[in-house]
């Protein structure tokens, strides 16, 4: 009786243990695939290359984090309300 739980306890292991390695598989594909696209015959990284904010170049942006960046200055700076309602990043 023991022998079979443990033959049934191994069996749901592997299952688990080959579900866990799939699952990882998945997203290390997820995320290569996600930074890396196939065009004109080449692998190209995707990033972000430029932003406006308020329809003005902003040199303030995260290429690899794909994160646009303020400081409170410019947070507080005067107009920066209505900039901030128009924001355009280019991939």
Not at 14 to 36: D, N
Not at 59 to 69: G, H, K
Request: charged share 10%; hydrophobic share 55%.
């Amino acid at each position: 009786m023991l022998r079979a739980a443990c033959c049934v306890l191994y069996a749901v292991c592997r299952m688990l243990l080959l579900l866990l390695l799939l699952l990882l598989l998945l997203l290390l594909f997820s995320v290569w695939m996600r930074t890396h696209s196939q065009a004109g015959g080449c692998l190209c990284v995707r990033g972000v290359v430029a932003v406006t904010v308020g329809g003005v170049s902003w040199s303030s942006f995260n290429t690899t984090a794909e994160t646009v960046d303020f400081s409170a200055t410019q947070l507080a700076a005067a107009g920066m309300v209505e900039k901030l309602q128009s924001i355009v990043v280019k991939y």
